[in-house]
């Protein structure tokens, strides 16, 4: 079995935009760029035999905010930039009742059958709440990467950091 580091996409990977303490993806590829030090925090957990998988909920194409194809152009700057191994997107409204849509754990689970990954060997990387308790429910260790947004906060998770190196950092350091 594999293990693996689930990240969630805008906040964790790349920069989200941030209105009045809430948390978007960006809108162009234009405005769509890796925060600072994620590069060498995803080959440090690639080195140490953690697959890399994106997990993200997409909801502005249901709402018609966005494209499908601008989001598909996204995840090609990603896969060019990361060492990637699946990005797994849900396009779904909370409305739509999707088991994909997180805090569902659909997209790891999915993605654990793809992959033969053991989810309790596993980590979630997430910068909301929603993130966390997919990670939770799918029985991987949860990593809270908080920026103070104005909105619900996680529960439960193994640890809070500030960005991915220092969650990349933790992980690591871990006895396996």
Known sequence: MNKAIFLDRDGVLNKA???????????TIEAFHLIDGVKGACNALKAAGYLL??????????TGKQTMAKV?????????????????????VDAEGCAC?????????EAARKHEIDLTSSFMVGDRW????????AGCASIFIDYGY???????????????????????????
């Open 17 to 27: 935009i941030v209105r009045e303490g809430k948390s978007y993806p960006p809108d």
């Open 130 to 137: 929603r993130d966390i308790e997919a990670g939770n429910s």
């Open 72 to 92: 598909q152009e996204m995840h090609d700057r990603l896969g060019k930039m990361l060492p990637l191994d699946d990005i797994f997107a849900c396009f779904h």
């Open 101 to 109: 849509r997180k805090p569902k754990p659909g997209m790891l689970l």
């Open 150 to 176: 104005d909105e619900k906060r996680p529960e439960h998770c193994a640890e809070t950091v500030f960005d991915l190196r220092e969650a990349s950092k933790y992980i690591l350091e871990i006895p396996r």
């Open 53 to 62: 998988i994106v997990v993200t909920n997409q909801p502005d194409v249901a």
